[in-house]
């Protein structure tokens, strides 16, 4: 079977202050489909440069390697293009938008992808009765559908939102990047079992976290550990308790 998401090589680097600086050192990450894996890793190790590098963010520059998706080439396609094919990302900080009305753009979001699949559009009923269905699912407010996107709203809320348009847009595959402090256990399990009840033959994830806890609810496939810009290692969850005992050293010293 084809590999869902391959990444072979990959180095990228930002420009800093007119020089370039390189971030991925030759990642290496497959997942088949069907698995959620995890990427573990000490701060600044590149976790996040590698989800917006996989978003298509222009500030970033590929200088080598490859990344397939389902067998396409990701970095030859335009960021509404990959998340048409099924690609959804969750970034560490999510945007706010003012005066966008939330259902609004959750339902645009969504008949977007639709459209690209080939599936008839949801009128107005169609996508209150699936949207309605899917808050009560996740213990959301109504309130929160009628409010801007992410304004005012708190960690967690912005973590029920995120989940939210997780499963309205039933990814193929959904990258989540989690913030390195300040989430706090009820988010962590928000979004663990926002994935867990997506787990499906055709649904895969990639958790990028260094929470243990979040770990623990989501029971990963596959752990890989990141060290300055390189998978360093993967393995079970016994790489997660590894680290848990002993920190990042012995990682670090390998990708030294
Ligand atoms: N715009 C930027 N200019 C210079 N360095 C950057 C920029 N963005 C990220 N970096 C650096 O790249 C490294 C990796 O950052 P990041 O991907 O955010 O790591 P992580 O998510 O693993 O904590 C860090 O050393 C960070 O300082
Ligand atoms: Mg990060």
Redesign the pocket.
Known sequence: MTDLLKISGLHAS?D?DGKP?E?LRGVDLVIPPGEVHAIM?P????????SYVLAGRE?YDVTSGSVTFMGRDLLDMEPEERAAAGLFLAFQSPVELPGVNNANFLRTAVNAVRRARGEAELDAVGFLKAVRAATKNLSMSDDMLKRSVNVGFSGGEKKRNEVLQMTMLQPTLAILDET?SGLDVDALRIVAEGVKNLRSPKFSALVITHHQRLLDYLGPDRIHV?ARGRIVRSGGPELAKQIDAEGYASFLAEAA
Do not use: F, R, V, Y
């Open positions: 930002i800093a600086k971030i890793g701060n600044g190790c590149g976790k996040s440069t590698l500030e390195d990141m």
